[in-house]
């Protein structure tokens, strides 16, 4: 009797039903949404967070103090050490190579071009590396995404160059000319915007830069992107007092510390900081942003609840006569009550089921216009969403059953209520 | 006539219409609080959402400028920025941004080692550049913060030490460690008074953040390019465009679920409010039984949930500026700025849901014969 009650209830009511379900449908679709966006912004927004550049400095142990006034490097060249080109694939070995977004060598030469003393810089620009069987591009057009370049970027194995705009304009140089650096001629592929020194340098691939300084396969200094978790107490911490648990869980996490830790095991007599100007403001950055959404998440779950609980309390005040009925013909106010429930968890699993798909779909959609990423959802999530939906939908209806139930089917049945 | 009747006379449909108003309100608490409520909750989230959209922009443009400088003014080809720059900048500035005034020598160390030295302001630098770790900034003249890599060569021990500048000698106290990760590691910086006594060398850079919109910080560098001849004014874009990036970013994902938050609140108010006036059925065919023309009927019940929907953005507007300032304080560390142009948005919004959320129902009402109403079928 009491599942032909329900079917009979579903089956002749599917216009309320429909609307109760459709309420359920879109608070779910929009709580699923919303928690998806908000567990991985932080991902993406740390990814965004890497357009303001390199976050580690990687220099040689022994190396002299740097002599640098706005970006002019007035270091003489014999000066200092070096580090060694064949070492920086093996930043791919690093237990961390995933978070490593990119990394960028830098080799600055003073040359004279045309009776000026200049600055000349050895970079990588997109260069293709290999480390073990794995393939992978690297340089400055990950590193330095404010660099525009007005004319082609340089082919890493070419003996083309960039010309800052300054200096262009100053020499009166195009894309396409040729410059005689050190009595060799090189063809001038494009303009350099950096807003920064750059734009009164020239920048070569590193190879180029290598050979006018007679060194080949030295690199002054690595700039080094990686994705970084915020700081925290533990990432402070000096390595060297931790006991061997706790330096495990420092070592593996992705602290900016650990990280240049672990660049200095790759590389050999490297030293590694974090650029703090970088590495530091991208923790309150990124915090902040998280912050912000987690309590938007919760506003949003918040008006979700309350949509449907209003809607499921709508859905059952219409129904007095129907209790009156069943009153009136010796229900009880538990078997009454019980098939409310019933169909409210139906309900909500259907609707639950239907809106979590949907839910997912919102936030592909999302991910891909704003962030032009994936935003996946992960399937754990499933039933914690069926669970919210139900608990949702019984602490909505639960008010509007208690008055139902409670209510003089004489009332009920005259219509007055 | 009685005096009561005559009185009436004038104004009956009005009092009668405002009677009925209060009475359905009044007898009917239950549904209409439940359906209050509804529009409270939904005007307090749309008005939080809607004032944290507006001010965020704000509130992460404050956690930017910690990223340092987005404007540089050097001196032209290297050269040193002539007098009284500082005065013109700060002018142009007029208290929206820090200004900070830096030189620059090479110069070389008790055993022979090259070092730069660096003249600033400790007072502002401290400012503009939060992300400096320093173990205690300098107070007294003739007090340095050194790089830590250059306090490796000068000073191990945070002994005094002795700089030459073109044979000219200073004799400094270590203050403090300074840490960057960058080539302000390698530095020694001393204060600009002390720096000029020993040089003679004026400063030849200008670091300045500039707060606001791109726009004004575009508009600062216009006026500075056109106020300064003398010297070369370039933005940093590595932070400006940084923070255009993440800011876009960040701002669509709130527009994103502000959007998607406020259009759920709307449908709970409308499933609510539609709900209360298909409830009220009976009084509908009353009301056309005595003789209301369809007209009349409507009008009343959108009055009453113009009203509602009045009542409820208004409360739920000041619930929301709370709510805003609350997650303001918790996030920001700074209260969001209430914004009262949102009142007018929520108001209307409000309004047109609960009408639309009356109107619907009576429409489908209209259709039914009013004795049908009344038997209750």
Redesign the interface.
Known sequence: MFLRLLYESFRRQKRRKA?AGV?IT??VA?AT??IA?ATD?GD??SR??R???AN??VTPQED????????VD?KPPSDGTYLKEADLPKIRGTFWHHNIVGFAPMLPVGVEVSGQKLTLLGTYFSKKLTFGKEDFTTGVRIT???WKVQGAWPDDESQDVLVGENLATKLGLKPGNQIRIGGQPHRISGML????AE?NQIVTPLGVAQQILGRLGAVRRLYVSALTKPEDALARRDPKTMNAELFDRWYCSPYVESIAYQLQEAIPHSHA?????????EG??LS??K???L???F??L???A??VS??M???I??RR?EVGLMKALGGGNTTIAALFFVEAMLLALIGGLVGFVGGAV?ARQ?GR???AAQITIDPVLLPVILALAVLVTFAGSAFAIRRAVKFDPVYAL??EG | MSPIATRRAGAPHTSMFLRMLLRAAVLRRGRAASALLAMVVAAATATAMLNLYVDVQAKLRKEFRNYGANIVVVGKDGAALPDGLLNAVHAILNGRGLAVPFAYVVARTSDGQSVVVAGTDFQQVRKLNSWWSVSGWPQASRDALVGTRAAAVVSSQGKPFDLGFQGRIIHVNAAGRLSTGAAEDSRIYVSLADFENWTSVQPSTIEIAASGSPEEVNSVITRLTNALPAAEIRPVRQIMEGEARVLGKTRATLLASASLIILTAALCVLSTLMGWVLDRRRDFAIMKALGASEQLISSFFAAEAGVLGAIGAIVGFLIGIGVAAWIGRVNFHAPVVPRFNVLAWVLLGSIVVALISAVLPISLLRRVQPAVILRGE
């Open positions: 609307l309420a879109l608070g929009v949404a919303m966006v912004v993406k927004i965004e967070l357009s303001y550049g580690l400095l002299t103090l740097d002599l640098q006034i706005g970006g007035l330095h995404p404010w915007s950096s807003g920064g734009d900081e974090q650029i703090r100007q970088v590495a530091q403001n309150t950055v902040r942003i912050g912000l959404m309590l938007v998440t506003a949003a918040l008006a979700s309350l949509a209003a809607a309390a709508t859905a005040f219409e006569g919102l999302i216009s704003i962030f005259r219509g």
